[in-house]
């Protein structure tokens, strides 16, 4: 019977522990810690930007916005550029543009720029150099992602295929801030990318 009474009291009191385990809301409130017991507080990262980082990683940000380099397994990141666009020097393919729009093509050679039925776009230069976000603030950085607005200013044209800016608009204000945290603290690299080009049909 003692046996049974101490079970007991030890189940009754796993139960707040097993409460909380099993709670996610309880869960979301209490800080990541490491072996070292340090705290995390950014989604389990040391700081905003390292959380942004992981985002940026996740996204594919770099297929498109940071210029290739021809390695052993074919075209590869350009670590010593990453995320700064489509590099300036760079002309479009050359293709025809007529066609292409006629056929609702998408075409790329670098995957930095694009053709298509909406002109030509050009990856954005993401780097912290003023050619790049340097001299953006969060607001104008969540603004631009959420309305798909160029530079995140009103009156500005749309952001252009292939950026999904439609899929990017639904993560949540924390992780957009971490993103643009990330970006703020990147190496900046000077390039000013082309102006987007209008649909030919637009031209006439």
């Given at each position: 019977m003692y046996k049974k009474i101490i079970f007991a009291a030890c189940i009754l009191a796993c139960l707040p522990l097993a409460f909380i385990s099993c709670n996610p809301a309880a869960n979301a409130n209490t800080p990541a810690t490491d072996s070292t017991g340090m705290v995390f507080k950014f989604n389990g990262y040391e700081s905003q930007a390292k959380w942004g980082e992981h985002l940026v990683t996740l996204g594919g940000?770099?297929?498109?916005?940071?210029?290739?380099?021809?390695?052993?397994?074919?075209?590869?990141?350009?670590?010593?550029?990453?995320?700064?666009?489509?590099?300036?020097?760079?002309?479009?393919?050359?293709?025809?543009?007529?066609?292409?729009?006629?056929?609702?093509?998408?075409?790329?050679?670098?995957?930095?720029?694009?053709?298509?039925p909406?002109?030509?776009?050009?990856?954005?230069?993401?780097?912290?150099d003023?050619?790049?976000?340097?001299?953006?603030?969060?607001?104008?950085?969540?603004?631009?992602?959420?309305e798909g607005k160029w530079m995140g200013l009103d009156n500005t044209r749309p952001l252009l295929p292939p950026m999904p800016w439609r899929n990017m608009r639904l993560m949540t204000d924390d992780e957009l801030k971490?993103?643009?945290a990330y970006l703020k603290s990147t190496k900046p690299v000077h390039n000013n990318i082309p102006v987007a080009a209008p649909p030919l049909s637009a031209m006439r």
């Open positions: 940000c770099n297929d498109c916005h940071t210029p290739k380099k021809m390695g052993p397994q074919g075209p590869e990141d350009d670590s010593s550029l990453s995320l700064s666009g489509h590099p300036a020097q760079m002309p479009p393919p050359d293709i025809d543009r007529k066609m292409v729009e006629a056929k609702h093509f998408g075409v790329t050679t670098t995957q930095t720029v694009w053709v298509g909406w002109g030509i776009s050009y990856a954005a230069n993401l780097t912290s003023s050619t790049g976000i340097g001299n953006w603030k969060e607001e104008q950085f969540i603004k631009c992602i959420r971490a993103i643009f």
